[in-house]
C-alpha cells in the first residue's frame, strides 16, 4: 500500500472516530437517554457502516442531528417527557440559588 493511500485511510478513521465521539456526546446530552440507549445507537451506526462501507457522515448525516432523531427513535416519549421536566425542575432551582446568591453576596 502506498504512504498516500495509509494517510488518506488514516485521515478517514480520524474523521469517522470524530464523528462518533461527537454524535456519542450529543446523545447523551438528549433527554431521557441513558447508556443503554447510547450502547445501542453505537452498535447501530457501527453495524451500518461496517456492512455498507459508509463513512457515518455520508450514511447519518449531521452527528448533532442523527443524535437527536436516534434519541426520539430510541427513548420512549415519556421517559423524554419526564427528562425534560426534571432538567426543567433542576434549572429552576439552580436560578432560583444564583439569585439568592447574588443577592446575598456569598
Known amino acids: 500500500m502506498a504512504k498516500k493511500d495509509r494517510?488518506?485511510?488514516?485521515?478517514?478513521?480520524?474523521?469517522?472516530e470524530k464523528w462518533m465521539a461527537r454524535f456519542q456526546v450529543r446523545l447523551a446530552m438528549q433527554p431521557g437517554v441513558?447508556?443503554?440507549?447510547?450502547?445501542?445507537?453505537?452498535?447501530d451506526v457501527t453495524a451500518h457502516c461496517a456492512e455498507t462501507g459508509e463513512h457515518p457522515?455520508?450514511?447519518?448525516?449531521d452527528p448533532d442531528a442523527y443524535a437527536v432523531q436516534a434519541a426520539e427513535r430510541l427513548v420512549p416519549a415519556d421517559r423524554a417527557a419526564r427528562a425534560r421536566r426534571q432538567d426543567?425542575?433542576?434549572?429552576?432551582l439552580g436560578s432560583v440559588l444564583k439569585r439568592v446568591r447574588d443577592a446575598t453576596g456569598l
Request: charged share 35%.
Open 34 to 43: 441513558d447508556r443503554a440507549v447510547v450502547l445501542q445507537a453505537v452498535k
Open 88 to 92: 426543567g425542575a433542576v434549572d429552576a
Open 57 to 61: 457522515r455520508a450514511a447519518f448525516g
Open 7 to 16: 494517510t488518506m485511510d488514516a485521515a478517514r478513521e480520524e474523521d469517522r
